[in-house]
């Protein structure tokens, strides 16, 4: 979604619910590691971010190894970061090339939200479209030796989204189609954004089956084990600092503790700082574990 995030998400709601600085090793316990991750250091913990320069004070102790903005991700060497081949035809191919040249990333994102117009913060691909550009956009990234991601899509699952076509894992069932191993993925990336008006521990709850349910809806449309990546997730309203921070010390130990969720990124990093400090949210992020 990026920067028309909270457009979308109110839309949600009306209708549905030099060389790289090392990443610093976090100080978790060996039993909280690497449950089915190959993050840096095993923590799964990720940001969602727009503005790099804003983010380097979530560089600490339990905090995220990893780090996306929907583009290239070449501006936060603090952290691991993964780069998004936006949309259909669409992406900032030559920063992708040079980061994957850097050896600094073992991935690609897939298109950002093509279940969703371009309105509201997605790339309007339908399934169609998405599944016969696919190899073109993704397969020279993979011949570069990148990990492919496939789409990230909203959790709006219906024949008729916002694109007039079909949404969520309805759209991702017709864009995989009855060869789901042609697209190269080795994870699926799902958004979440929350019920308007319900309280941290509901919406909390709301997330956490979503993403129990959707493992299985996965696995059944690619016919195998398919890791997920939860790459924007936020209780609705958007940008509230306190809700947000309730949610988090309730799903994040719940997220550590699935094998199936390989990292997860919260929308957005911004939301968890003011200026140089932590805010309550930010504590949340960096304190909570599984």
Request: net charge neutral.
């Amino acid at each position: 979604m990026k920067t028309t995030a909270v457009q979308s998400i109110a839309a949600f709601a009306a209708l549905a619910a030099a060389a790289p600085a090392p990443v610093p090793e976090p100080e978790y316990n060996a039993t909280l590691v690497a449950r089915g991750t190959d993050a840096p250091f095993g923590i799964k913990k990720g940001l969602a971010y727009n503005d790099a320069g804003k983010i380097n004070t979530l560089s600490r102790s339990g905090s995220a190894t990893w780090a996306y903005n929907w583009g290239a991700a070449r501006d936060a060497p603090k952290f691991q970061g993964i780069p998004m081949m936006w949309g259909v035809n669409e992406g900032q191919v030559d920063g992708i090339f040079a980061k994957i040249a850097s050896g600094d990333t073992p991935y690609v994102l897939g298109y950002n939200e093509p279940d969703v117009t371009r309105e509201h913060g997605g790339c309007n691909a339908s399934p169609q479209r998405a599944r016969e550009q696919w190899g073109n956009d993704m397969f020279r990234f993979r011949d570069r030796g990148a990990k492919l991601v496939c789409p990230a899509i909203s959790s709006w699952n219906t024949d008729r989204g916002f694109t007039g076509g079909p949404s969520g894992l309805t759209w991702l069932r017709q864009f995989a189609g009855n060869n789901p191993g042609q697209f190269g993925c080795s994870a699926q990336a799902l958004h979440w954004y929350g019920e308007p008006g319900a309280n941290a521990q509901r919406q909390a709850q709301l997330f956490i089956d979503y993403v129990a349910w959707a493992h299985g809806e996965v696995n059944s449309i690619f016919q195998r084990e398919m890791p997920l990546w939860i790459t924007e997730f936020s209780p609705d309203p958007v940008g509230d600092v306190n809700l947000l921070a309730d949610f988090l010390r309730i799903v994040i130990p719940w997220l550590d503790r699935q094998d199936y969720v390989h990292r997860y990124a919260p929308f957005k990093a911004e939301t968890m700082v003011n200026g140089n400090d932590l805010n309550n949210a930010g504590r949340a992020f960096v304190e909570s574990r599984g």
